[in-house]
């Protein structure tokens, strides 16, 4: 704990103060408003105004079974050449979270990249477990490989990322449409993602609680997400456990010291590197998880975010090349 830089250990004194009851005893509902209440105190300490975009707008995407879903696209600037797109999805341990949640990472990452943000706001266990979210996920980029280039889109240099439960579903979509032989993806972004639902790697005791995610909390989400009757080494659930990594998108990983998913994080960028993926893994050592949402308090936020923009625009101008 002493390691961490002064602000964040402030950050997690005050959370502290108003700890969540026992998970077991927590409802989603009960979990939700007190999650939207703690953002809503926080926003004016962690977050800095939304960043001014050429134009927002929320679109209507359809899904695998006809169900509408909500996703919201950032364009950062006026442009006469069509724009590479990135497709953001949100984390929240598949229970919370949603395009407003992160609207103003989203907004901050269109402006550093130069490119299109599509923000999806798939469906949220438990009202809609696995492989819902995925298969929503899918759905936009699918929608977004036909229709983006109405929109100033470059249906061509396609990139997928995501937090926590959304760097899950953004290298689960990377498996699915190489599967599926659907859009190819350039790049996969994937911020201190969940890898394994077996959750059997030791940062998840080591960093089990104090550090904002817990152990705890982990079980709950995930408990909420998968019927008990889900392999817990499904590829879509568990990217970690597949068969074959073979033939995805080139990744960058980022995982924080201490989060109790920064082993499976750290062995997801080895299983790749195994599998020949091209692979940028950097591990923030002292920062916790959700640090990708504190901009305005820590440096190594920024850090993340220029190197998320740098990697992307690389990929978006080595499409071009080739």
Known sequence: MASLPFKLRLLLW???????????????????????????????????????????????????????????????????????????????????????????????????????????DYRLAPEYRFPTAPEDCYAALCWAYEHIAAYGGDPQRLATCGDSAGGNLATVVAMMSRDRKGPTICQQVLIYPVTDATMSFPSIKTNAKGYLLSQEMMEWFLNHYRDPKTDLKDPYLSPYWASDHSQLPPAYIATAGYDPLHDEGEAYAQKLRDAGVPV???????????????????????????????????????????
Request: glycine share 4%.
């Open 14 to 120: 005050a959370t502290a103060l108003r700890p969540v009851p026992p998970m077991h005893k927590v409802s989603v509902e009960k979990f939700r408003n007190y999650n939207r209440k703690s953002l809503e105190q926080l926003d004016k300490l962690v977050q800095y105004p939304p960043m001014e975009m050429h134009r927002v707008e929320d679109v209507s995407i359809p899904t695998a079974d006809g169900t509408p879903i909500k996703a919201r696209l950032y364009t950062p600037v006026k442009s006469v050449e069509p724009l590479p797109l990135m497709l953001f999805f949100h984390g929240g341990g598949y229970v919370i979270g949603s395009v407003e949640s992160h609207d103003k990472q989203c907004r901050r990452l269109a402006a550093k990249a130069g490119c299109l943000v599509l923000s999806v």
């Open 280 to 322: 940028q893994y950097r591990s923030f050592k002292n920062m916790v998880h959700v640090f990708f949402q504190l901009p305005k308090l820590l440096k190594e936020c920024r850090e993340l975010e220029d190197d998320i923009a740098k990697v992307l625009q690389a990929a978006f101008s080595a499409k071009v090349l080739s």
